[in-house]
């Protein structure tokens, strides 16, 4: 270590000197010697260490502490930093408190805080409290800045707020097979509840949906078209209620059309009619792929494979047949889901007019018409009649061949094998004029029913057949049965099923096989069922019932 002079122009003569031409940061020590016409005496005590620096005291006072939120338990606060940081960086704050009535002030924060804002928490729910912030720099603690007024310990209520950012997007566009994920941020007080929805459906079970104090997000995995549409989040507490919507797009192929309708049915023809799907699997439709089956029959046939209408003409049908139709839309993505008619058409014609349309009586308040069957049904069976009238020297009849004339107490009708009657009693003058026939026909089911109430008995080790004929209009499904289960072919059992007979065949018969079979034929016009109980007792020959 070496001693350097203070260089002086002038003798020091004073006890006080200011050194100048320091070099800032460098640290320094220094002693002093008094000097007499003797000569210079031995230095002084060596003083402190001494960095060559810019004055330095603690920091003033932070500015604005206000109190940002509260609960039961707990106080936010928030500050501004202190004007005047005492000449160094400022290295934190002190938070105290203390009960409104009381000043015991204690410190909050085991360590400095270098945010502006601090939460303090377990406090006691309804009490009052007072706070104040405190800079600290390396020279120390500077001046407190409090909270103007007390603070009690209350759920301060905000109605719910949804956070949304500048890269919120309300419309998600997805391929089908990938994932959907939905988040929203948001806050309230209370705690909000969050609600996910979807417009006009329900969510898929498929959804999974994770929620905290603030944020929800739901999530979608190998979305499908079914997925498609607008999802709604909703937050609600007791100050109010916020609701966002958002639009999923999943890229795949259409949802089924709308419901079929038809209409011109002939012999040979019909016209369809549906409406587009709701889920156009985010692609504009194409065109539409209409096929029909026949109700025998499981493999479907294409009649059109380009329809860009929503309707058409299916040709060439084989008169009384029953069909099935259904149609599929189609977009850049594929063909999708069909629409299928329920129930089956059966290509027939409209039925000839009634015959003899005569009024057998009158009375000063009713009247009775009666007619007769058509010649021809259309191919079906004739299931009503719909009636029309009109008013004398009027030209419109009533309910324009649209309403069938319904029961009442002043109104009746009775229809017997051929013969069709109809009672309008306490007639009145409007209910004059002519009276209109016209007839509406479906199909029916024909079934031989002789094997009702018959028992069989066979020995064990025979074959049982049960034979019977069937018919109907349309063709109907057909089955045999045992008890409440239907029959299914295997090893033992042969089952023959034609447009016109139901054969049933049981190979070496045992005990179990004795019970209750029954014959169900059914199609869109009805249902009818024969039954027979069998026992296997003995030797007995093969049944076949003819008919």
């Given at each position: 270590?070496?001693?350097?002079?203070?260089?002086?122009?002038?003798?020091?003569?004073?006890?006080?000197?200011?050194?100048?031409?320091?070099?800032?940061?460098?640290?320094?020590?220094?002693?002093?010697?008094?000097?007499?016409?003797?000569?210079?005496?031995?230095?002084?005590?060596?003083?402190?260490?001494?960095?060559?620096?810019?004055?330095?005291?603690?920091?003033?006072?932070?500015?604005?502490v206000k109190v940002t939120d509260t609960s039961k338990t707990s106080v936010s606060l928030e500050w501004t930093k202190p004007v005047f940081d005492g000449g160094m960086e400022i290295i934190g704050y002190i938070i105290e408190m203390c009960k409104a009535d009381l000043e015991a002030w204690q410190k909050v924060n085991a360590e400095t805080v270098i945010a502006t804002?601090?939460?303090?928490?377990?406090?006691?729910?309804?009490?009052?409290?007072?706070?104040?912030?405190?800079?600290?720099?390396?020279?120390?603690?500077?001046?407190?800045?409090?909270?103007?007024?007390?603070?009690?310990?209350?759920?301060?209520?905000?109605?719910?707020?949804?956070?949304?950012?500048?890269?919120?997007?309300?419309?998600?566009?997805?391929?089908?097979?990938?994932?959907?994920?939905?988040?929203?941020?948001?806050?309230?007080?209370?705690?909000?509840?969050?609600?996910?929805?979807?417009?006009?459906?329900?969510?898929?079970?498929?959804?999974?949906?994770?929620?905290?104090?603030?944020?929800?997000?739901l999530t979608v995995e190998e979305c499908n078209r079914n997925d498609a549409g607008k999802y709604v989040f909703t937050v609600e507490n007791n100050s109010g209620s916020k609701s966002i919507t958002f639009t999923v797009k999943v890229l795949d192929t259409p949802g089924p059309p709308g419901p079929i309708t038809f209409k011109d049915v002939t012999r040979t023809s019909?016209?369809?009619?549906?409406?587009?799907?709701?889920?156009?699997?985010?692609?504009?439709?194409?065109?539409?792929?209409?096929?029909?089956?026949?109700?025998?029959?499981?493999?479907?046939?294409?009649?059109?494979?380009?329809?860009?209408?929503?309707?058409?003409?299916?040709?060439?049908?084989?008169?009384?047949?029953?069909?099935?139709?259904?149609?599929?839309?189609?977009?850049?993505?594929?063909?999708?889901?069909?629409?299928?008619?329920?129930?089956?058409?059966?290509?027939?014609?409209?039925?000839?007019?009634?015959?003899?349309?005569?009024?057998?009586?009158?009375?000063?308040?009713?009247?009775?018409?009666?007619?007769?069957?058509?010649?021809?049904?259309?191919?079906?069976?004739?299931?009503?009649?719909?009636?029309?009238?009109?008013?004398?020297?009027?030209?419109?009849?009533?309910?324009?061949?649209?309403?069938?004339?319904?029961?009442?107490?002043?109104?009746?009708?009775?229809?017997?094998?051929?013969?069709?009657?109809?009672?309008?009693?306490?007639?009145?003058?409007?209910?004059?004029?002519?009276?209109?026939?016209?007839?509406?026909?479906?199909?029916?089911?024909?079934?031989?029913?002789?094997?009702?109430?018959?028992?069989?008995?066979?020995?064990?080790?025979?074959?049982?057949?049960?034979?019977?004929?069937?018919?109907?209009?349309?063709?109907?499904?057909?089955?045999?049965?045992?008890?409440?289960?239907?029959?299914?072919?295997?090893?033992?059992?042969?089952?023959?099923?034609?447009?016109?007979?139901?054969?049933?065949?049981?190979?070496?018969?045992?005990?179990?096989?004795?019970?209750?079979?029954?014959?169900?034929?059914?199609?869109?016009?009805?249902?009818?069922?024969?039954?027979?109980?069998?026992?296997?007792?003995?030797?007995?020959?093969?049944?076949?019932?003819?008919?």
């Open positions: 270590m070496r001693w350097v002079k203070v260089s002086s122009k002038r003798a020091i003569t004073e006890n006080r000197y200011r050194v100048t031409g320091l070099i800032e940061g460098n640290e320094y020590e220094f002693h002093v010697m008094a000097e007499n016409a003797a000569g210079v005496g031995p230095p002084s005590d060596v003083s402190k260490l001494i960095k060559c620096r810019e004055p330095v005291s603690p920091p003033s006072a932070p500015n604005v804002k601090y939460t303090v928490v377990d406090l006691e729910a309804g009490e009052h409290y007072k706070f104040r912030v405190s800079a600290v720099n390396g020279a120390g603690r500077g001046e407190s800045c409090e909270v103007p007024a007390s603070v009690q310990t209350v759920d301060r209520l905000s109605a719910p707020e949804i956070d949304i950012d500048a890269n919120f997007k309300q419309t998600h566009i997805v391929r089908a097979g990938a994932s959907i994920r939905l988040f929203i941020a948001f806050s309230g007080r209370p705690v909000p509840t969050a609600v996910w929805s979807k417009a006009d459906a329900n969510l898929s079970l498929r959804a999974d949906i994770q929620t905290t104090d603030s944020f929800s997000t019909i016209t369809l009619m549906w409406d587009a799907p709701v889920l156009d699997g985010g692609s504009r439709i194409h065109h539409y792929v209409v096929e029909k089956r026949e109700a025998s029959r499981r493999s479907w046939q294409v009649v059109s494979s380009k329809c860009t209408r929503q309707i058409f003409k299916v040709t060439d049908l084989a008169e009384g047949m029953p069909y099935y139709y259904r149609v599929s839309a189609e977009n850049e993505y594929g063909v999708g889901e069909p629409c299928e008619l329920t129930e089956p058409v059966v290509a027939t014609e409209e039925p000839a007019p009634p015959k003899r349309l005569d009024i057998v009586d009158t009375t000063k308040s009713s009247v009775v018409l009666a007619w007769l069957k058509p010649d021809h049904d259309g191919g079906s069976r004739i299931t009503g009649y719909l009636l029309e009238m009109r008013q004398k020297g009027s030209d419109s009849w009533t309910g324009a061949g649209q309403t069938k004339l319904k029961e009442t107490e002043r109104v009746t009708i009775k229809t017997t094998k051929d013969r069709t009657t109809l009672t309008v009693k306490d007639s009145m003058r409007g209910d004059s004029g002519k009276y209109y026939l016209t007839l509406e026909n479906t199909a029916g089911a024909e079934l031989d029913a002789r094997l009702q109430g018959e028992v069989l008995s066979i020995r064990a080790g025979s074959d049982l057949v049960l034979d019977a004929a069937v018919g109907g209009k349309p063709e109907p499904k057909v089955f045999w049965s045992k008890g409440d289960r239907e029959l299914e072919l295997c090893e033992k059992i042969s089952l023959q099923y034609t447009s016109k007979r139901a054969i049933a065949i049981i190979k070496f018969c045992d005990r179990s096989d004795s019970g209750k079979y029954t014959l169900t034929v059914k199609n869109a016009s009805g249902m009818k069922q024969i039954s027979v109980l069998v026992k296997v007792l003995g030797m007995y020959p093969v049944i076949s019932i003819n008919t």
